[in-house]
């Protein structure tokens, strides 16, 4: 059976070793980023640059998009020469982007009436898992156009779940991201609270992790609050936009999250003190300096 033809724009760490996965497993791609040097490394290994997104997905089966906010995502549909005028009948798009929902179902609605489909599909689990073609994907759309990217998702990860409507995957995507930065930050103060109190950080690590507290999230927030290591990967600014799609789709489904605002207070400050670069369990310096 022939592979389909593979439009893939966003080449960063994750898109890029996703392109790397689906290329020595044998799809064609047609790749784009503004990164010219991800795209030359693409290309060395046989993709072909696409000049627009436009051009892109005219030549694509499928078109699957890596990249960092839902705002970029609608200015590669609906921008000049962008997806939307490009994208054949019968095609599938795929957002791998944790984005909002409301903004996904309706470029779903719009690609519908291209007769296109839409399949949204936000990752867990690393680049080095991406490489290897072993990603969490937690994809939503309806059957037909799920079923016809399965395939290749199952190339992409080891374990592929369907949530229901387009959108569901956002949105567990997003309440997965609020569970887990709001229990890192939490975590983090904790040791910081200690060790203003005189409590040695590591005495309350062996105490927490000896309940139902213990979590791979209390062992990233030890390994730098106590061990000064760094190594959870998903920086302070990526949580901090996370969790604010995750208000705004509490605002969209007209309710509040005091403990996501709570969060996300948090997560804007570190921004702001020019801390976004770093890992989540970061925020520790933060609040180690934070005072009434």
């Known amino acids: 059976m022939t592979k389909p033809i593979i439009g893939f724009i966003g080449l960063g760490l994750m898109g890029g070793n996703m392109v790397e996965n689906l290329q020595n497993k044998g799809f064609q791609l047609n790749v784009m980023d503004l990164d010219k040097g991800a795209v030359a490394t693409c290309v060395a290994r046989g993709a072909k640059e696409a000049t627009s997104p436009k051009a892109l997905a005219e030549a694509s089966d499928i078109v699957m998009l890596c990249l960092t906010t839902s705002d970029v995502v609608e200015s590669l549909v609906y921008g000049d020469n962008g997806l939307l005028a490009g994208i054949k009948e019968g095609a599938v798009l795929v957002d791998f982007g944790t984005s909002i929902p409301a903004s996904t179902r309706k ?14 599909a936000p990752l867990g689990r690393t680049p080095a898992h991406a490489k290897d073609g072993l990603l969490n994907i937690m994809a939503a759309g309806d059957m037909e156009h799920y079923e016809k990217v399965k395939p290749i998702l ?7 779940f369907h949530l ?8 567990t995507k ?27 950080r590591q005495q ?3 105490i927490m992790s000896a309940g139902p507290s213990n979590s791979p999230f209390m062992q990233f927030c030890k390994n730098y609050a106590v061990d000064n290591k760094s190594d959870l990967g998903f920086s302070i600014a990526n949580a901090n936009k996370d969790l604010g799609y995750f208000l705004k789709m509490m605002e ?5 999250s005091l403990i996501a605002e709570g969060t996300s207070a948090n997560l804007q400050a570190s921004v702001d003190l020019d801390m976004g670069k770093g890992n989540v369990p970061e925020i520790f310096d933060y609040f180690m300096t934070l005072n009434a």
């Open 252 to 256: 969209d489904l007209n309710t509040r």
């Open 204 to 206: 309350l690590f062996d």
């Open 174 to 200: 997003l309440i997965n991201n609020f569970m887990g930065m709001t229990t890192v930050t939490a975590m983090s103060q904790a040791f910081a609270v200690a060790d203003r109190a005189g409590v040695d």
């Open 154 to 160: 199952d190339q992409q990860g080891e374990n592929v």
């Open 164 to 171: 229901g409507a387009l959108g569901a995957g956002h949105t």
């Open 107 to 120: 470029i779903g609605a719009d690609l519908a009436k291209k007769g296109a489909g839409m399949v949204d």
